[in-house]
């Protein structure tokens, strides 16, 4: 997500007082590109939950690397919770994360969290509102044991373009990138809040009650700097400690983008237009190995 940021503070509603549920965004791909298996999976399982304490994990596209029939099986002997993402943007990429969710996700029903449905589409322009609707309901149609919803950039929730998709939504996941809006690691946890505040307060209002995580936040250990946001382990690690913990000490469902680097990923471009490693964002080295403390 590369948006700016607003300079006016909102309180950080989190509709609940509790601890919240720490998760991480998961690759499918090993360290060379190939894709992971069963095994592979249950390693990282093992490293998430003894380093962390999370048993939760999200991965983008449910039709890719056969994800659903290799990962499912780790997290069932595990004892892990997945949110498992359908790509909705061509009838080819929907069709086979369909595919994918009614043939074999349906036969681990206590290991789905939820569905998501497309990912940061309404902040690309990829689709309209209108048309995510119309693959919620089909695919809720097609498989109606679990939650529905999508996830999208916190602007897209706080300015109300997501609102017809919550109301046919399980559950809301909402991004917020401090590193993507270039804020220094000193503004960043605040700038964090403010975004995360601004979208869950906004859907509060619409569609009061329904399930809240952060559905990807995090900052890269290397790489170039991004405007004013240096991507740094220390710099990681602050934002790790003030952002993610601190939001999970306060009631708020988090999922860290990402547990693991993914070196085989290409360069991105941000949005002024300079190169971005995105190789370096997960909390450990692509052979599982810590870089700070998780355990929040």
């Known amino acids: 997500m590369r948006v700016s940021f607003p300079t006016a503070l909102v309180?950080?509603?989190?509709?609940?007082?509790?601890?919240?549920?720490?998760?991480?965004?998961?690759?499918?791909k090993r360290v060379d590109g190939s894709?992971?298996?069963t095994g592979d999976y249950e390693g990282d399982f093992d490293a998430i939950q003894s380093n962390s304490g999370s048993t939760v994990v999200r991965v983008f596209d449910a039709s890719e690397c056969d994800v659903v029939a290799q990962i499912l099986p780790a997290a069932q002997s595990k004892g892990f919770g997945v949110v498992l993402g359908v790509w909705p943007d061509t009838d080819g990429q929907y069709n086979a994360g369909?595919?994918?969710?009614?043939?074999?996700?349906?036969?681990?029903k206590d290991q789905i969290v939820a569905v998501t449905v497309g990912s940061e589409g309404l902040y690309r322009g990829t689709y309209t509102p209108d048309f995510l609707?119309?693959?919620?309901?089909?695919?809720?149609?097609?498989?109606?044991?679990?939650?529905?919803?999508?996830?999208?950039?916190?602007?897209?929730?706080?300015?109300?373009?997501?609102?017809?998709?919550?109301?046919v939504s399980d559950i809301a996941l909402?991004?917020?990138?401090s590193y993507w809006q270039g804020a220094s690691i000193g503004a960043a946890p605040g700038v964090f809040q403010d975004s995360i505040g601004q979208a869950f307060n906004h859907i509060n209002s619409v569609k009061p009650g329904i399930?809240?995580?952060?559905?990807?936040?995090?900052?890269?250990?290397?790489?170039?700097?991004?405007?004013?946001?240096?991507?740094?382990?220390?710099?990681a690690e602050i934002y790790y400690r003030q952002a993610v913990c601190g939001s999970l000490g306060s009631?708020?469902?988090?999922?860290v983008f990402e547990a693991f680097d993914e070196p085989w990923k290409p360069q991105s471009v941000g949005e002024d237009g300079s190169s971005a490693d995105e190789t370096s964002w997960g909390v450990m080295t692509?052979?599982?190995?810590?870089?700070?403390?998780?355990?929040?």
């Open 11 to 28: 309180a950080f509603a989190t509709g609940t007082s509790a601890a919240g549920t720490l998760g991480f965004a998961l690759g499918v």
């Open 35 to 37: 894709c992971k298996a």
């Open 98 to 108: 369909k595919a994918a969710i009614v043939n074999t996700a349906v036969n681990f």
């Open 133 to 167: 609707v119309g693959r919620l309901n089909d695919l809720r149609a097609a498989a109606p044991d679990f939650k529905y919803g999508t996830g999208d950039t916190w602007n897209r929730f706080a300015d109300g373009t997501a609102d017809p998709i919550l109301q």
């Open 174 to 177: 909402v991004n917020a990138f």
């Open 211 to 235: 399930p809240l995580w952060v559905g990807e936040t995090g900052w890269p250990s290397r790489g170039t700097t991004y405007q004013n946001a240096v991507p740094t382990v220390k710099n």
């Open 251 to 255: 009631g708020t469902n988090v999922f």
């Open 286 to 296: 692509a052979d599982r190995q810590l870089k700070y403390n998780l355990m929040c």
